[in-house]
């Protein structure tokens, strides 16, 4: 059942303290009309009000990857696709963490796949291989991210740098390895790397993974005076759209959809906070041939068992919301985003 927003601090014209940016990897409108009709008409997506299109992309091809994509909100740089938080030359850019840290304001990053995958690195680490997960692991030392949970913790805990964890250890990170270990945490800096079966799809019994990171990090973060920056993935929208399969898909943008909820019942309760939801790219070329949200049943036809570059939907909630109205490059997602805040 979706959360009722208040509307009380949404489309307001002052800025924001903190900024939730939650990225469904591979939802397009289509997967999000699929997750609604399965849902019987119901998602806390549609009560978001103030609705932007992003077009997606890269520097060097009309479709983008979620390497180039995430560059291109986490920096505000469109680059080439695969390069991670890199110009097309190869020269690193800042990301968001990077330009708030000096502000006092403090990151999180969460992912329910591989943290080491394009859509989180983009965040802390840079590269010009998204598949250089040893090198992107690596790059946390000297990022400003605060909080990073997701998994394939060999990448970290069996580097090619043997002393990488120690070094970690030594920039203030807490190493845990389990969800109950991080929830019963208050340590402010954590690195919080699980089981890949921690992030098996939802079909296979994840469950709420997502959701209670994005609370505990919530939790965490809002106790910064200065404020913070969160951005949470639902990662495996994307990986139903790649296997052509619906109920993967939908299962996952349901998932993705619970956290939209948290997120408006925390910036209603907090008065401070901007929300913005979208996706770096639509998988799939999904369409709907049959969708009775009656029923609570969808059928649809993908037509590629890649990425597409129809314009994602981006949705905001909160102060600031208003100017994330229109068409833009999904590099003004970046622009908007520290607009939002009060530094410069
Ligand atoms: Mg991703
Ligand atoms: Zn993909």
Redesign the pocket.
Known sequence: IPYQPTYKTDGLQKKAKNVILLIG??MGLAQIQAGLSANFGRLNIINIKHIGLSRTEASNSDFT??AAGATAMATGSKTNNRYISVDTNGKPLKAIPDLLAPFGIKSGIISSGDITDATPAAFYAHQTERSMSQELAADLVNSHVDILVGSKRKSFSENQDNRLMEKLARRGYLYQKSMVDFVSSDAAKQLVLLDDSATRRVLDGRKEMLKIAFLKTLQLLSKNEKGFFIMAEGAQI??G??ANDLPFMVTEQHDFDRLVGEALKFADQDGETLVIVTAD?E?GGLSLLDAAYKRGTVRGNFSTD??TNIMVPVFAYGPGSADFMGVYPNVKIFSKIINAYQVK
């Open positions: 990897d591979g990857d979620s994307d990986h759209g790649h790219h998988t890649d990425h």
